[in-house]
């Protein structure tokens, strides 16, 4: 691992866990981790939860030199590495529809967004983009709006924007005012864009697949 890269993790959510793979999972995390998981109504909610916290943790362990860690929320509700002296980077989650992703950086802010494209109507586009956004979406395919609202999404979580809410931010000021930010976007399947965005000097964002196997082998 290149530790001057943005890394990008990327999980598919699957089917169900089996019993046994469930267990093997929810016994490596804390059990204030497993009671907040156990809460979520639907299983995709339940596993998104189980699986999105074993791969902070599967991410960070390298990091880490084999010592605890533990995973906070600042004032904000963002979560960070509890103080460590292995580690001075930044990492975001984000999931939807199939996908559940990891952005981290060993330096510097980091957030990231990824949205399953599903129909949307007039007045959501309204709301969530600025008056600018509007209009550059308006008659564009239905993938512009999600590439600008993961951007806003991706701006929005990596903390550096605390007193405003991601329909607030206007991306074109934003991409004209703020040359510290870089940002990316992909797309995982035809269905699922990603933004990452960081503040770091990093170039180049490194793309990993996992499998849910993969996250049991650290």
Same mark, same amino acid.
């Given at each position: 691992?290149?530790?001057?890269d943005?890394? !990008?993790?990327?999980?598919? !959510?699957?089917?169900?866990?089996t019993?046994?793979e @469930?267990?093997?999972?929810n016994?490596?995390l ?7 998981i156990?809460?979520y109504k ?12 074993m791969?902070?943790?599967w ?5 880490m ?10 004032i904000h ?8 002296q292995h ?7 984000s999931?939807?529809?199939e @996908?559940?992703v990891l952005?981290?950086t ?16 007039k ?5 969530? !983009?600025?008056k ?17 609202w993961?951007?806003?999404e991706? !701006?929005?979580?990596t903390g ?8 607030l ?7 004209r005012t703020?040359a ?5 976007l992909?797309?995982?399947?035809q ?5 990452i965005c960081w503040n770091?000097?990093?170039t ?6 996992l499998?849910r196997?993969?996250l049991l082998q650290?």
């Amino acid at each position: 691992m290149n530790t001057n890269d943005i890394q !990008l993790f990327a999980l598919p !959510l699957g089917g169900p866990l089996t019993t046994a793979e @469930w267990n093997a999972f929810n016994k490596m995390l804390p059990s204030q981790v497993q009671k907040n998981i156990c809460q979520y109504k639907q299983w995709q909610d339940r596993q998104r939860a189980l699986l999105g916290n074993m791969l902070i943790r599967w991410a960070l362990l390298p990091f880490m030199h084999k010592t605890i860690f533990h995973i906070t929320q600042d004032i904000h509700g963002r979560p960070n590495v509890a103080s460590h002296q292995h580690w001075d980077g930044d990492f975001n989650l984000s999931h939807s529809g199939e @996908w559940i992703v990891l952005a981290l950086t060993t330096n510097g802010r980091v957030g990231i967004d990824v949205e399953e494209i599903k129909p949307v109507n007039k007045d959501i586009m309204h709301y969530a !983009l600025s008056k600018q956004e509007f209009h550059m979406a308006l008659h564009q395919p239905l993938h512009v709006f999600y590439e600008l609202w993961t951007l806003k999404e991706a !701006l929005f979580k990596t903390g550096l924007f605390p007193n405003l809410s991601p329909h607030l931010l206007d991306t074109t000021d934003i991409k004209r005012t703020r040359a510290d930010l870089s940002t990316q976007l992909l797309y995982l399947d035809q269905h699922h864009p990603v933004t990452i965005c960081w503040n770091s000097s990093s170039t180049n964002v490194k793309i990993t697949t996992l499998n849910r196997e993969q996250l049991l082998q650290k």
